[in-house]
């Protein structure tokens, strides 16, 4: 009875589409909407009012990308332990993010080649244009150091940058090489050595940054996706309940208790970061209603989150100015449905592809061996 009080193990809930965590990712992807959308308006910009809260610590955009950083490292460390084959680890996550990419960035830069640019429909005969889709969609190869021309196009919406939130693909991309050189280098059981390597990866990130300066940069969202892989290699022993999140809370406002008097703010990065990671684990954990199951078949976040920059800076160049609350409405309008056609058009078709190509592949091997 008391092991049942404290919900299913990570391992029970992620092994089973009955979750919640498709839920977590679009609350996720909807809350990185209304950041760039109060943000981004022209007629008020601002900040959003959860991120006047967190502010000088953080905002609700990065929030919410590092829930998204947590949970994508659990989930590539499953993928990895589960099948740790190099091949079809890569196979698998470029299914997932490079066709519904390409699909995004062909269509939005047509768009705003032909509608939003001093070339028109002409534009679209030069070269610049493919060179963003293409480098876009390939990531720029994973490189350090993205040119900023090759970001955007010039001549097009003012020379802004028509995906701005692009730039955590590359990061997570260069994580999934990581987790890969991770397993690949296994010397203990698979287990056990992803977590131990994750474990001195997170110390060395944060303490001896120089160990992995050369690759990652951006130490926060690194962390959160090494904490993901660290707890998924704990999945089959961890609980995250309600009670969990009440003693992140706790620790929140203790950190509160002394942050007052020394710094500007009386929150903190590690305080904002714990509420948030544990209340997404304790959400993404439990058995969702009937009313969620379509949410639960269904991963519309990926989509909203690629698409709705490009939406949001057109709908300015379009429109009159509007207030933040207005320009919300009106870009979730079109990012929702535009995503759910990217799901069920692109992003499914092409998982569901790869799976059966890996799967006939896996069976051939089998009948040889």
Same mark, same amino acid.
């Given at each position: ?24 990712? =679009? ?72 066709? !519904?990419?390409? /699909?995004?960035? $062909? /269509? ?11 070339? !028109? ?7 610049? #244009? ?30 802004? #940058? ?6 955590? =693909?590359?990061?997570? !991309? ?26 001195? $990866? ?40 309600? &009670? ?5 809370? *706790?620790? /929140? ?19 904002? *970061? ?13 058995? $969702? ?20 920059? #490009?939406?949001?800076?057109?709908? &300015? ?33 092409? =998982? ?18």
């Amino acid at each position: 009875m008391a092991q049942h009080s404290q919900g299913r193990t990570l391992e029970a809930a992620i092994g089973t589409h009955d979750n919640g965590f498709n839920l977590v990712r =679009l609350v996720c992807a909807l809350a990185v909407v209304v950041y760039h959308t109060w943000m981004m308006n022209v007629a008020e910009p601002m900040r959003d009012p959860v991120t006047r809260f967190l502010t000088p610590n953080t905002d609700l955009g990065a929030v919410a990308v590092g829930v998204f950083f947590v949970i994508s490292g659990m989930f590539i460390a499953r993928s990895w332990m589960g099948d740790p084959h190099l091949g079809r680890f890569a196979a698998r996550r470029v299914a997932r993010i490079v066709p !519904g990419l390409f /699909a995004c960035l $062909l /269509a939005t830069t047509v768009v705003a080649v032909a509608f939003f640019s001093t070339f !028109g429909a002409r534009g679209l005969f030069d070269s610049a #244009p493919w060179r963003y889709i293409f480098g876009n969609t390939v990531l720029h190869g994973l490189v350090y150091h993205i040119p900023p021309e090759h970001l955007r196009i010039e001549g097009v919406l003012g020379g802004q #940058p028509l995906n701005g939130p692009l730039w955590t =693909l590359y990061w997570e !991309g260069r994580m999934y090489v990581m987790v890969a050189l991770i397993g690949l280098a296994a010397a203990l059981p698979l287990r056990s050595w992803m977590r131990g390597v994750a474990l001195f $990866l997170l110390l060395a990130a944060n303490v001896y940054p120089e160990v992995v300066s050369g690759y990652v940069w951006e130490t926060r969202m690194w962390s959160l996706f090494l904490t993901g892989i660290v707890l998924q290699t704990l999945a089959p022993e961890v609980r995250i309940g309600w &009670r969990h999140v009440a003693c992140a809370l *706790a620790l /929140a406002l203790l950190n509160w208790t002394r942050s007052a008097d020394q710094t500007p703010s009386p929150l903190t990065w590690f305080g904002i *970061a714990l509420v948030a990671v544990t209340l997404a684990l304790c959400v993404g954990s439990r058995q $969702l209603p009937a009313w969620a199951a379509h949410i639960q078949r269904h991963d519309y976040s990926y989509g909203i989150y690629i698409w709705h920059w #490009p939406v949001i800076v057109m709908l &300015r160049e379009a429109l009159p100015p509007m207030g933040p609350k207005r320009l919300t409405v009106v870009a979730l309008a079109l990012v929702i449905p535009l995503a759910m056609l990217s799901w069920h058009l692109v992003e499914r078709p092409a =998982l569901r592809a790869v799976r059966r190509w890996l799967g006939r592949d896996s069976a051939r091997a089998a009948t040889v061996s």
